[in-house]
């Protein structure tokens, strides 16, 4: 399948690049990072009273939607992704009250979210409520170069002290399983090797474990991305740590298919099942592949909308994680309000799949990975690039004209013109888009970003592709 796969991609950059045919995007444009899903959302009232709760291990409710606190709004109107974006204070906190009076008890952040200013947020807007009323996940993100006992501590405390709590409810183990540099490289850490410099040989581990013992840590989990070997190696050591909840990407795509998305990861099917087998709950990151899956071609869309047309194209993901039993919590970083209104519908409360829907959708995962898109999630990690491109928006467009559909020149040699139409699409929204001086053009190929992507995305070579079909569309005179 990865040589069909690989095969399929290199005849799709041909059509893209190639001399005697172009593909782009439908004429419709390809839209902003801030565009909401396609087919709208969900119609009817709120439920304030509905949620679907799922028992962590300590046999306590948790609310089955959980709000990602990764990509928090600005007072420009988006999500604030740079440093210089002033994070909205006043709507976060309007989002997490209405979060909470419509039954979400799972708030979850990491010190590295929104350029380090998550927690501290985050702790403003939950601290106006009683502790009883909600529970905080946070990481031990002891990721880049500060990875020794004395840092590593000093960013749990950090955590309370930001969070403004004496305990947290659910602390991770922030995404383990990836390397470190690349091979050859001075600094290169396998991923084995990165796992037991972060939390063993420092002693982080059995330091956390203490601080679970001694009550300042409810549930310990870790998050995954990345070798396989890691994660059956955390696994083997449940007897003695005893992990109370473990943090896994899964969607209808990545459960049969994400190793042909991308060679650095694992299916879900896997990860889910060795989880359940040990009783161990799940909590999901990547329901909606950063958000692609609200945004699919439109034969996939009309599919979806004629057997449940007042539902949202998200509202299928969400439910196919909810469906699984050993799923606790579904996360979904929510940055406006009408994300949070039809996420909440989506839980409260949740319809699970029967076996024909589940088969479906296994149908359109398998006609998804064919298509030449890539495996970005959003996540930012690779950000801030030293030389000032914008990697994941640059991503985001070249996806969503892929997702959007092809228009190719006819056999006689002539140019169709919805070519044009759908040329000048991708051109203008890309600038639009994306700042022309953060654009794939300015790439140098240093690879600074490859260290931090918990996909595995060879980040220079598709910058070097996209901005290779960019530069042919602009020499076109069509």
């Known amino acids: 399948m990865a040589e069909q796969k690989d095969m399929d991609r290199r005849q799709f950059l041909k059509v893209l690049g190639g001399?005697?045919?172009?593909?782009?995007?439908?004429?419709?444009?390809?839209?902003?990072?801030?565009?909401?899903?396609?087919?709208?959302?969900?119609e009817g009232e709120v439920p304030t009273d509905q949620m679907t709760y799922r028992k962590n291990t300590h046999g306590l409710d948790a609310s089955i939607l959980g709000y990602g606190m990764m990509r928090l709004p600005s007072t420009n109107g988006g999500p604030a992704k740079e440093e210089t974006d002033e994070i909205d204070q006043e709507l976060v906190n309007k989002e997490v009250d209405y979060a909470i009076a419509h039954g979400l008890t799972y708030f979850d952040t990491a010190p590295v979210y929104c350029k380090g200013r998550s927690e501290h947020v985050v702790g403003i807007a939950l601290s106006r409520h009683r502790r009883s009323e909600y529970t905080i996940a946070t990481k031990m993100s002891n990721m880049r170069n500060n990875s020794s006992r004395e840092s590593s501590i000093e960013m749990y405390r950090n955590s309370l002290k930001e969070l403004q709590v004496d305990y947290l409810d659910y602390y991770l183990l922030h995404s383990i399983g990836g390397s470190k540099g690349e091979p050859g490289s001075p600094d290169y850490k396998d991923p084995m090797a990165l796992f037991n410099m972060r939390f063993i040989d420092n002693g982080i581990l059995d330091f956390l474990m203490a601080e679970r013992e001694a009550g300042r840590i409810k549930n310990l989990g870790f998050s995954f991305h990345g070798s396989q070997e890691v994660f059956d190696h955390a696994l083997s050591m449940h007897d003695k740590v005893h992990w109370d909840f473990v943090q896994i990407q899964m969607n209808y795509v990545d459960w049969k298919h994400a190793d042909e998305i991308s060679d650095h990861n694992v299916k879900a099917e896997y990860l889910y099942n060795e989880l359940y087998k040990r009783q161990i709950p799940v909590v999901i990151m990547e329901p909606l592949l950063g958000g692609r899956l609200a945004d699919m071609p439109e034969h996939i869309v009309q599919e979806l909308k004629s057997r449940e047309p007042q539902r949202s194209i998200a509202?299928?993901?969400?439910?196919?994680?909810?469906?699984?039993?050993?799923?606790?919590?579904?996360?979904?970083?929510?940055?406006?309000?009408?994300?949070?209104?039809?996420?909440?519908?989506?839980?409260?409360?949740?319809?699970?799949?029967?076996?024909?829907?589940?088969?479906?959708?296994?149908?359109?995962?398998e006609e998804y990975v064919s298509y030449p898109l890539v495996p970005c999630t959003g996540c930012e990690y690779c950000m801030p690039c030293p030389y000032g491109l914008d990697i994941p928006s640059i991503f985001r467009h070249y996806n969503k004209c892929v997702n959007e559909g092809n228009v190719v020149r006819d056999t006689n040699g002539e140019v169709d013109s919805e070519y044009r139409k759908a040329r000048r699409a991708f051109l203008v929204g890309y600038d639009r888009s994306v700042p022309k001086l953060r654009q794939a053009d300015h790439c140098i190929g240093c690879g600074k970003c490859m260290e931090h992507c918990p996909q595995g995305i060879q980040i220079p070579i598709e910058m070097r592709r996209i901005n290779n079909y960019a530069e042919d569309l602009k020499k076109s005179k069509l």
């Open 19 to 42: 001399a005697g045919i172009a593909t782009a995007a439908v004429a419709s444009g390809c839209a902003g990072p801030n565009d909401s899903a396609a087919e709208g959302f969900q």
């Open 315 to 365: 509202s299928w993901a969400f439910r196919f994680c909810g469906t699984h039993p050993g799923v606790m919590t579904v996360l979904s970083g929510m940055t406006y309000m009408e994300h949070l209104q039809d996420n909440i519908r989506s839980f409260a409360p949740l319809k699970p799949l029967n076996d024909e829907e589940l088969a479906m959708l296994e149908r359109m995962a």
